[in-house]
């Protein structure tokens, strides 16, 4: 069977698709720092909001905090390992992120540990915004996304500062830990949301070609 000649037209329009495709396996959609972003800034302010108006337990927030991560992670495993019905393409990028997903939990697990075992939680959650900044930095450079590059260094200030607040002033690390997320994963997730969407539109525009 002889194969049929690409016209220059149908040449073109292919090697647009492997471009887009190529594009789209180096973007990331950021609803995962929008989501993650919102849940840990809510618990950051509700947390000093409660300080400042003596509500509940200090703790009651992250707690919740706790439990929502816990449901989702169980939705993960069994949505990946359980329901899943298509076998996902592999990529070094997805690769990459994976590991670096399992490190970076098992580098969060060990800071609280830490303040529940005598680090004090001032110092701790300096610490955990420390590690925001670091994988922060690893998911900007990895995807070439500057603004996720700059939120690092920005994240890091924040952390530093953080070391010089005093333990017994827990409001104040509540408040820049909130701040730190907002300008780490929120400001930068809904950029990457904004660019990741405009490039689906330029796709589906190349497709129909």
């Given at each position: 069977m002889e194969e049929k000649d690409l016209s220059e037209q149908e040449s073109l329009q292919i090697i647009q698709q492997m471009i887009q495709t190529a594009k789209q396996e180096q973007k990331d959609d950021g609803k995962g720092w929008i989501t993650w972003g919102w849940l840990l800034f809510a618990a950051s302010i509700s947390t000093f909001l409660n300080l400042q108006f003596h509500w509940y337990s200090t703790w009651?927030?992250?707690?919740?905090?706790?439990?929502?991560?816990?449901l989702f992670m169980l939705y993960a495993?069994?949505?990946?390992?359980?329901i899943r019905t298509t076998k996902r393409v592999r990529t070094y990028t997805k690769d990459l992120f994976e590991k670096l997903n399992i490190g970076f939990f098992i580098f969060l697990m060990i800071i609280i540990l830490s303040i529940n075992l005598g680090v004090g939680p001032v110092k701790g959650f300096a610490l955990l915004i420390a590690?925001?900044?670091?994988?922060?930095?690893?998911?900007?450079?990895?995807?070439?996304?500057?603004?996720?590059?700059?939120?690092?260094?920005?994240?890091?200030?924040?952390?530093?500062?953080?070391?010089?607040?005093?333990?017994?002033?827990?409001?104040?690390?509540?408040?820049?830990?909130?701040?730190?997320?907002?300008?780490?994963?929120?400001?930068?997730?809904?950029?990457?949301?904004?660019?990741f969407s405009k490039l689906q539109k330029e796709g589906n525009t190349i497709h129909g070609v």
């Open positions: 009651i927030f992250w707690n919740v905090f706790g439990g929502i991560t816990l495993v069994i949505r990946g390992y359980v590690l925001y900044g670091f994988w922060i930095l690893i998911y900007g450079a990895a995807l070439s996304f500057k603004p996720s590059i700059i939120a690092a260094f920005i994240t890091w200030g924040f952390a530093l500062a953080g070391l010089f607040v005093p333990e017994t002033d827990f409001k104040t690390i509540m408040l820049l830990h909130g701040a730190a997320v907002l300008c780490g994963y929120i400001i930068p997730g809904h950029i990457a949301y904004l660019q």
